[in-house]
């Protein structure tokens, strides 16, 4: 099946800094989903992608859609500690189903006060 | 809208015995996806439902089953329960192709 590459596997960096992480497909994807965990509890749907080159912000939060249609690309500005969490990028089978998701592993982001 | 709703939050059984998990999704949501999330493997689709009849299937054995009622309500069971079974297990509902995770049912078979 296909597989969703995500990197980094983690990040420690410092209260204020901005955060860069990314996640690749062996195949063309048509949405993309980004993800966050707190420990304990359900992934929260952060920002929901539809076309190529699509760029979409929520707060301190931007994604892109690649323009390959094989990658995206999320990015936190002036992090603050409840941005700690697991990052997951999702995308639909490659069966053609938008309701049966592969997750990429996860970037764990870690902020220092 | 009240979130998606997953009972119980915590589960531990003995292995070969059976297990059922439920969920309740968004209010007017008629997609319910479970999914099964372990250190080592991650988030991994089970299967999805869709109007009571089960539309996609992920790669696990036939001991993990599904179902979903009139009200969009869905359960999951699985039998003869082995210790990697132990995970925490995770239902979405779905519109418009987006996923909203319950807060999932942390399962330890021993």
């Known amino acids: 099946g296909q597989q969703l590459n995500q990197s980094p596997q983690s990040m420690f960096i410092q209260e204020g800094e901005d955060v860069s992480m990314n996640c690749t497909s062996s195949s063309i994807f048509n949405t993309w989903l980004w993800y966050k965990q707190d420990p304990g509890e359900g992934p929260v749907l952060l920002i929901a992608?539809?076309?190529?080159?699509e760029l979409t912000s929520n707060g301190r939060l931007t994604a892109q859609f690649g323009i390959t249609r094989k990658d995206s690309f999320l990015n936190i500005s002036a992090s603050i500690p409840s941005d700690v969490g697991i990052y997951f990028c999702a995308g639909p089978d490659s069966g053609g189903s938008n309701y049966k998701l592969t997750f990429g592993k996860g970037t764990l982001l870690t902020v220092n006060p | 809208k009240a979130g998606v709703t997953q009972t119980p939050r915590y589960l531990i059984k003995t292995r070969g015995q059976q297990v059922t998990l439920s969920c309740s999704p968004i209010s007017g949501h008629r997609s319910v996806s479970w999914y099964q999330q372990t250190p080592g493997q991650g988030l991994q689709f089970l299967f999805e439902y869709f109007s009571e009849t089960q539309r996609n299937k992920g790669n696990f054995p036939g001991r993990f089953s599904g179902r979903q009622f009139s009200n969009s309500r869905s359960e999951m069971n699985v039998s003869t329960l082995e210790l990697g079974d132990s995970a925490l297990y995770l239902c979405?509902?779905?519109?418009?192709?987006?996923?909203?995770f319950g807060q999932g049912t942390r399962l330890t078979v021993v």
């Open positions: 992608l539809y076309k190529a080159g």
């Open positions: 979405a509902s779905s519109v418009r192709g987006k996923a909203f």
